[in-house]
């Protein structure tokens, strides 16, 4: 088993910037893919950032490159997501989600995470 709890979410104006963690118990971190994703209102859950293990390969879905960086600390089983220049299409519920497997693209396929941290909640303000 793993648990993920996620902090950092807030309120932030557009164009500002905010820092999520996820911190991972429960299983060697290094070898677990961690994944970021996102839950707008009335939308369905959407891949946001993922990042390998001790490989340290990451991937973006299209709407953050450039903008969001993922990045992980193996000493404190945490796993972080910067997110800059926000926009208020960013708000959203953002989980943080652990895989045992996955290669490539099949990393943003969010039927590969079994496990799931309880959101936290992103608000941006134009």
């Known amino acids: 088993q793993v648990q993920l709890v996620e902090s950092g979410g807030g309120l932030v104006q557009a164009g500002g910037s905010l820092r999520l963690s996820c911190a991972a118990s429960g299983r060697t971190f290094s070898n677990l893919i961690l994944g970021w994703f996102r839950q707008a209102p009335g939308k369905e859950r959407e891949f946001v950032a993922s990042?390998?293990?001790?490989?340290?390969?990451?991937l973006y879905a299209d709407s953050v490159k450039g903008r969001f960086t993922i990045s992980r600390d193996f000493a404190k089983s945490t796993a972080y997501l910067q997110m800059s220049s926000l926009k208020p299409e960013d708000a959203a519920v953002y989980y943080c989600?652990?895989?045992?497997?996955?290669?490539?693209?099949?990393?943003?396929?969010?039927?590969?995470?079994?496990?799931w941290g309880q959101g936290t909640q992103v608000t941006v303000s134009s």
């Open positions: 989600a652990a895989a045992v497997y996955c290669s490539g693209d099949g990393c943003s396929d969010r039927h590969r995470y079994g496990y």
């Open positions: 990042f390998a293990g001790s490989g340290g390969s990451t």
